[in-house]
């Protein structure tokens, strides 16, 4: 059983940055595809990035292509998701997954979530 935790959402204005990070316990974390999530009010779980689990692919959503970057430290089990030029729109609760040798954008695909960090981006 894979646990993750999410650390590093807060208040940022528009077009500050932020550092998400999602540190993973019990299990073998080179194993598993992550992924980052998000929910805003009202709206559907829409998906943000993921990289497999060897860290030799990663896919962003258009939404953030070139302003957010996933990255991974096998050695410390935690991923992470470098937000820049962060905009209103990005508000919305952040949430880390896992699922175990699967490349795949879909949030019904990841079997393991974390409880979720709120980024808030004011104008």
């Known amino acids: 059983q894979v646990q993750l935790v999410e650390s590093g959402g807060g208040l940022v204005q528009a077009g500050g940055s932020l550092r998400l990070s999602c540190a993973a316990s019990?299990?073998?974390?080179?194993?598993?595809?992550m992924g980052w999530f998000r929910q805003a009010p009202g709206k559907e779980r829409e998906f943000v990035a993921a990289m497999n689990w060897n860290g030799g692919g990663t896919y962003s959503a258009d939404s953030v292509k070139g302003r957010f970057t996933i990255s991974r430290d096998n050695a410390k089990n935690t991923a992470y998701l470098q937000m820049n030029t962060l905009k209103p729109e990005d508000t919305a609760v952040y949430y880390c997954?896992?699922?175990?040798?699967?490349?795949?954008?879909?949030?019904?695909?990841?079997?393991?979530w974390g409880q979720g960090t709120q980024v808030t981006v004011s104008s």
């Open positions: 019990g299990g073998t974390f080179t194993a598993y595809t």
């Open positions: 997954a896992a699922v175990k040798y699967r490349w795949t954008t879909s949030h019904n695909d990841y079997n393991y």
